[in-house]
């Protein structure tokens, strides 16, 4: 079982956009990105797929979230500017559960969850990034975050790696 935390892909520029900045959508590319992780993803049995409520972010998951026949699950602890600690109570409510579990959030959230899980002892294979697009791959154990995996913006041609060492 395993947490894909998934930076939401390229949008629209912020200082271009006039509306609410929840509302501000993906770019060409960042259409295209969403594309790239619905192929990444297509091996992997999912569960479940959460996004934050920007929809950037729903876009992002949108495609794999169809492939699999799910329901994007808004949630207000992966939205831009959230306490970090919500966000990990959330990881960890979830991370003793059966199968994989998509979570779509920013590049202000993420690197702190992922740091924050190493000061707890998480052990990294690979580099280390937020890029957008990305994904943090966190194995779990019990209701314990073990180990991650960071995966620049996917390659469509590639498959999904194997579990992790």
């Known amino acids: 079982m395993a947490l894909h935390l998934i930076r939401h892909a390229d949008?629209?520029?912020?200082?271009?956009?006039?509306g609410d900045d929840l509302e501000r959508p993906?770019?060409?590319k960042g259409f295209a990105q969403a594309e790239a992780l619905r192929h990444h993803f297509s091996k992997v049995p999912i569960r479940a797929v959460?996004?934050?409520?920007?929809?950037?972010?729903?876009?992002?998951?949108?495609p794999l979230a169809a492939d699999s026949n799910l329901a994007i699950e808004p949630r207000r602890e992966l939205t831009e500017g959230a306490k970090v600690v919500n966000f990990l109570e959330l990881l960890r409510q979830e991370a003793g559960l059966d199968g994989d579990l998509i979570l779509c959030s920013h590049g202000d959230l993420i690197p702190e969850v992922v740091n924050r899980l190493l000061r707890d002892g998480l052990s990294i294979s690979g580099g280390r990034g937020c890029e957008k697009s990305s994904i943090w791959t966190l194995e779990t154990v019990g209701h314990d975050i073990v180990h991650g995996r960071y995966t620049a913006c996917p390659d469509p041609e590639q498959p999904l790696p194997g579990p992790l060492d």
């Not at 949008?11 to 006039?18: H, L, Y």
């Not at 920007?54 to 992002?60: K, L």
């Open 26 to 28: 993906l770019s060409t």
């Open 50 to 62: 959460y996004s934050s409520l920007a929809r950037r972010c729903r876009q992002t998951v949108e």
């Open 11 to 18: 949008s629209t520029d912020r200082s271009r956009w006039d």
